[in-house]
């Protein structure tokens, strides 16, 4: 009962979990020629637009967000600024795109839905490769830091000035990092499945666009999907 509680306790956890269930569904409905195939992909699809239909109050959230973050000046790297700040209009702009894609196709606006949702997924796919670029950055970072420490570490042995409780603090120094650099290579790969989801869901004629079977991209959503829900839990444990 407790774990069911925290995947559908909070609307985050509950997001991460109904987008998990959604693309395994997508995954095992594949083509859907067979009638366990197309109900699978029926419900796959009600999941999507239980999604799309609570994002639309996410627009104020995002905004909050925004503007709490405004133009970075705590940030320290100048890339990774810039980067969060085109992450910032990527993840801005997508709302209202999504919802007037959402109007048109349920005929409330009279228009057609194919460009808005076009320039739906090139928001998703720019916020997708900041953040990509942004965990890059950050384990380069990283590994620097862990590099200056174990320098550090090493010079102390030398000098033999180096106290238990010294190197206690450095070991814990270190192993913070290491964890921090596996979460970001987590959020590397979390980004790329989706990513590649993204692309092959463009017009045909650009990179890999058009050519994944549903199957496919229902394997790459589900572990984008699973790594989200494991992120996600894994911070509000440790916080």
């Known amino acids: 009962m407790d774990t069911a ?32 195939g197309i109900r699978l992909g029926i ?26 973050y405004g133009l970075g000046r705590k940030e320290k790297n100048t890339w990774l600024r810039c980067l969060q700040l ?7 702009v997508y709302y209202p795109l999504e919802h007037i894609a959402w109007l ?10 194919g ?3 076009l320039a739906c997924l090139v928001a998703w796919a720019v916020s997708l490769l900041t953040e990509i670029f942004k965990s890059i950055l950050q384990i380069r970072l990283i590994r620097r830091a862990q590099i200056q420490l174990l320098k550090e570490r090493e010079l102390e042995a030398q000098e033999e000035r180096e106290t238990a409780e010294m190197s ?7 192993k913070v990092l290491k964890s ?27 990179l890999w666009s058009g050519k994944f079977s549903a199957r496919f991209t229902g394997a790459m959503g ?14 509000t444990d440790s916080s």
């Open 222 to 235: 589900t572990i984008s999907s699973a790594i989200k829900l494991y992120r996600f839990h894994k911070r």
């Open 43 to 68: 419900i796959s699809s009600e999941l999507g637009a239980c999604r799309t239909v609570l994002r639309l109050f996410d627009d104020v959230p995002m905004f909050a967000y925004s503007l709490s």
């Open 180 to 206: 921090q650099e596996r979460e970001l290579y987590l959020a590397v790969i979390e980004h790329l499945t989706d990513l590649v989801n993204a692309i092959n869901w463009l017009p045909p004629g650009f």
């Open 5 to 36: 509680v925290r995947l559908v306790g909070s609307y985050t956890s509950r997001d991460k979990f109904i987008r998990l269930c959604q693309y395994i569904l997508k995954f095992l409905a594949g083509q859907q020629k067979t009638n366990a």
């Open 168 to 174: 206690t603090s450095l070991k814990g120094q270190i």
């Open 115 to 117: 460009p808005w949702g």
């Open 104 to 113: 048109a196709d349920r005929k409330i606006l009279e228009r057609n839905s």
């Open 86 to 92: 085109l992450g910032n209009l990527a993840n801005q």
